[in-house]
Nanobody
Framework: VQLQAYGGGLVQAGDFLRLSCAAC????????GGWFRQAPGKGREFLAF???????YYADSVKDRFTISRDDAKNTLYLHLNSLKPEDTAVYFC???????????????WGQGTQVTVSS
């Protein structure tokens, strides 16, 4: 399974972006798709996941502003980022076969990341 994330860019605070993640191949496991991000000097942060049946789960830090969705016919995962803030500046990664335990999330397949930069 190969994942290709795109859609990042330089935006101003308050703007919105839609990130996309195209998958080549069907993940062999749960098929749970997710998004993570890594800000400069920080560890990778879980943002959201979506199951094949459409059930979603979000980190508290983004649940009111970000929306995850998927289009399995297009093998594509999306993350809609609204009301962006400078602290949202990070490299955003998509992932497949996401799993979590005790509040720690990980995945078996990762995209290469797309940079989102939010200016104040």
């Amino acid at each position: 399974v190969q994942l290709q994330a795109y859609g990042g860019g330089l935006v101003q605070a308050g703007d919105f972006l839609r990130l996309s993640c195209a998958a080549c191949g069907r993940p062999p496991g749960s098929g749970i798709g997710g998004w993570f991000r890594q800000a400069p000097g920080k560890g990778r942060e879980f943002l959201a996941f979506i199951r094949r049946d459409g059930v979603t789960y979000y980190a508290d830090s983004v649940k009111d502003r970000f929306t995850i969705s998927r289009d399995d016919a297009k093998n594509t995962l999306y993350l809609h980022l609204n009301s962006l803030k400078p602290e949202d500046t990070a490299v955003y990664f998509c992932a497949a076969d996401v799993r979590g335990r005790g509040g720690v999330y990980m995945a078996d397949y990762w995209g290469q990341g797309t940079q989102v930069t939010v200016s104040s």
